[in-house]
């Protein structure tokens, strides 16, 4: 498991203790230098920095970032918009910008050709009829759980089924720590200290994934998961929301290694990650030593894919073909790119493909 350093946990501790609006820390690398783009992104907190590593090789593509300003304005004869914050936002705005029969609102703003492709870490919604947008994947991320540095708690926890919840029993699992079968462990002194479920705010593609990863809906959840930590909400991989010890929250892998190689990257990544370990899942580890550095395991057992959408009826339109459509597109092509920012980049044949697809969302 990769660890901070002594003094780089002793500054995090001490601003958590302080009362740190951990909220308030996130990535603002929206298109750099300032101005307006052909190509036009917004959604997703967990890719927004590999697209936007992306979007200063590719020519005309600006990439909005999840946090930021409240409003944004993606185009010059445009109306400033309220800021999509994750993938579902990512797809709603993107419907409302593309959408011949529908208002074209957002937030109450008309926002009609100004958003021309969405990121997301989730794929199609199969409850969402249409083929009005398509979903192109180019890389695979894994997604784990992160628990504060200094707490005891288990670092090697399986993800758990349905079978097992007639059990008298209730297994150490993260399905049941999410349905609050779960709600202690024991510290090293034997104590029992009570678990604290966290997810990330509504509409974040991560949390989608994670509840369908351990086989619960939104309903099972309420009531024992939650978005807030002393009134905040907790933004998808800032870690630090967790400051208690047992405090626990889905995070991506890949965004964790970005996060660390904040340095080296060439768009601006917030380090946001505070003093927490990634855990096991099943006894795998998330990371894979590569050369002596680590990178993420694509045998990890829950990964995912992540995508760009885009409408479907403008897949032949010459800027978004060359940008996402096949495995010569510039963000298929850039894999030495997507693999700085954490991510496995899809090879060959399946980056950018353009089969799966669901309709617009609102």
């Not at 997604?143 to 089924?161: E, K, L, M, Q, Y």
């Not at 959408?309 to 010459?318: C, G, M």
């Amino acid at each position: 498991m990769l660890k901070k350093n002594k003094l780089r946990c002793g500054v995090v501790a001490t601003l958590a203790i302080a009362g740190m609006a951990f909220g308030a820390v996130a990535a603002s690398a929206d298109p750099s230098p300032a101005g307006y783009r052909t190509l036009n992104g917004v959604g997703s907190d967990t890719i927004q920095d590999v697209m936007n590593g992306i979007s200063t090789v590719t020519p005309n593509m600006g990439s909005y970032d999840a946090v930021g300003s409240a409003t944004i304005q993606t185009t010059a004869a445009g109306n400033a918009f309220n800021r999509p914050n994750g993938s579902g936002a990512g797809q709603q705005a993107l419907s409302a910008s593309s959408d011949a029969t529908g208002s074209h609102l957002w937030g109450g703003v008309n926002i009609v050709g100004q958003v021309d492709f969405a990121r997301s870490s989730s794929g199609p919604d199969a409850t969402i009829a249409g083929t009005d947008l398509t979903f192109i994947p180019f890389a695979k991320d894994a997604v784990t759980f992160a628990v504060n540095s200094a707490s005891d708690f288990p670092r090697d926890i399986a993800v758990g089924s349905l079978s097992q919840d007639s059990l008298a029993v209730a297994p150490f699992t993260l399905r049941n720590i999410y349905r609050c079968a779960v709600t202690t462990f024991n510290n090293s002194n034997g104590d029992p200290v009570t678990i604290t479920p966290l997810l990330p705010q509504s509409g974040s593609g991560t949390r989608k994934f994670f509840l369908s990863t351990i086989g619960l809906t939104e309903t099972q959840v309420a009531g024992c998961a939650t978005s807030t930590v002393n009134g905040v909400s907790v933004e998808e991989h800032n870690g630090l929301a967790i400051t208690g010890p047992g405090a626990i929250v889905p995070f991506s892998v890949a965004q964790y290694l970005s996060q660390s190689n904040h340095t080296a990257l060439p768009t601006g990544v917030v380090e946001r990650r505070g003093v927490i370990d990634l855990g096991r899942i099943g006894s795998v580890s998330p990371f894979s030593l590569v050369n002596g550095v680590d990178m993420l395991n694509t045998s990890f057992p829950v990964t995912r894919s992540v995508y760009n959408v885009v409408q479907t009826s403008r897949l032949t339109d010459p800027a978004i073909a060359a940008a996402f459509v096949g495995s010569s597109s510039s963000v298929c092509s850039n894999t030495a790119l997507i693999s700085k920012y954490g991510f496995a980049p899809l090879i060959g044949a399946a980056c950018g493909t353009t089969t799966a697809k669901q309709g617009f969302k609102y």
